[in-house]
Structures are given as C-alpha cells and as structure tokens.
C-alpha cells in the first residue's frame, strides 16, 4: 500500500468563525488572520493505493463554481485536483474509489466537474464509486438554512443519478467495509454523519480527521468551529476521540490546517495536546 498526499490548493475563511467562541486575541497569536480577519486554509487530500484500488478521500473545492463564488473564499490556484494526481503519475480515470467526507463545497466540490459547452455536470472521476450514506446523503439534500449555503447540489447530485453513488451506513462499515483496511467513524457534531476514515498503514493507524479536527490549533476542545451545527456535540465527540487518539498511536491527517499535514497527541497536565508534527513522507 502506497498513500499519497494530494494538494488542492489554499482557500481563506473568516477567523471567527473557524474558532467559534475562543477571542481572537488568543486564536491569532497561533493562526494570524489578514487585514479582513481571514485565515488561509489548505484543502489537502489523501490518495490511497492498493493493488488495484486507487482510492481518494475527499475532492476540494474544484474549479467549476462562479468566479463571485470564488472571490468570497480567496480561492488560491497553487495546484488543481488534478495537477496533483498528475504530479504523483495518476490520471482522473485512474480513480476507482472517491470516499467523501461529507458533502460541504470544500470537501466534494471536485468530484463534480462542469462541461461549459453542453452546461451539463458529470463525475469527474468516470470510473470510480462514490461513497457516501444515505444519512448524510438526505441531510444535504434536503439542507437546513444554516448549512444550505455550503451544499451546493452541482457539487454531488448527479452522482447518484451517475449510477457511481453507493451508500454504507454505520453498521455496514463494522469489518464490512469495501476496504478491509478501512473503517469509518462517524460524528455528528459538525454535521450530520460526517465519516472520519480510519486507514491501517505498516502498522499505523491513520485518522483522516476532516472537519472533527481541522488543524493544530483545534486540538483544545472548546476551540469548536461557528460552522458547526451541533457545537456542544463536537465538544463531546473530542473529549472521546482525542483521548482515544493518544492510547491508540494515532496519526492524524489533517485536512484543513496550512502548514502542518499530519500529528499526533500526547497526554499532558492540561489534558491532550500536542505531541509532534509530521509530513506523510515521515511515516
């Protein structure tokens, strides 16, 4: 098994929101925010290689939105979707598998692409299965007011009348997944059924931690995202998963933080927090 790191490019949210309660005068001396109160973002991806599985967990944010769309996000270009798998030898038909975290624009925006000719949307990865569940899958769908601005259904709905759309729910991934080396836990904190996979890897554990831990500076437990729908559930969800992080050796890959791809946790007077942090290339 080979893993990839697969960049999407940078984009910019506010800084408030991304920590919720916590004051900026503690937040920005760890992530400092830009004259408009905007903190850069990456949008990293994971390309899991096995056999003749090629599997991707989560797309970024893809190129095919309005440039007024684009211009709220700061969305920087250092590298497409597809340059990166270009840059690691694969092609979009390569893809044989697209796991998605949840479906908010920054995560599956790119497992969508747009033919500007014939207007019409279609799976960017033609030969791959998509997988979802069908929790999830109604949530976004069918949103509610405070998250319908980060379901955009050009971003996923012609995936399930693609014919490449599967589901599988919390009790089809125990020991039953489509991938033995995989199993998914799902949060409900940030939204609901968000699946955070867990990959086995020489002997590692490999949490892929999307928005249940967006960076370093997220490890404090009530340093909980605005952009969470169940905030005190996030809370919750940490306090069992970060202890847990620690007694099991995880290695967290961190989907969101800029400067950091990976860490891992240690216990500390003050509870869990961090122990190092690491590049993919380090393991």
Known sequence: MNLHVIDTGFFKLDGGAMFGVVPKSLWNKRHPADENNMCTWAMRCLLIEDGDKLVL???????????????????????????????????????????????????????????????????????????????????????????????????????????????????????????PWMNILFVNGHTDKQMIPIIKYKEKQIVFTADLLPSIHHIPVAWVMAYDTRPLITLEERQRFLPEAVSNEYYLFLEHDAHHEMCTLKDSEKGVVLDKTLSLDEL
Not at 68 to 90: M, P, R, V
Not at 144 to 163: H, Q, T, V
């Open 57 to 179: 967990i989560d797309t970024g944010m893809g190129d095919k939105q309005s440039e007024k769309f684009f211009s709220f996000y700061y969305l920087q270009d250092t590298i497409t979707l597809e340059q990166s798998l270009a840059k690691k030898g694969f092609h979009p038909d390569d893809i044989t598998d697209v796991v998605l975290t949840h479906l908010h624009f920054d995560h599956c925006g790119g497992a969508v692409s747009l033919n500007a000719s014939k207007g019409n949307f279609y799976p960017t990865f033609k030969n791959a299965t998509y997988w979802s569940n069908s929790h999830h899958w109604e949530w976004a769908m069918y949103p509610n007011a405070r998250e319908k601005a980060s379901f955009l259904k050009d971003n996923f709905e012609c995936l399930e009348s693609s014919g490449q759309l599967k589901h599988l729910d919390v009790s089809d991934w125990i020991g039953n997944g489509p991938f």
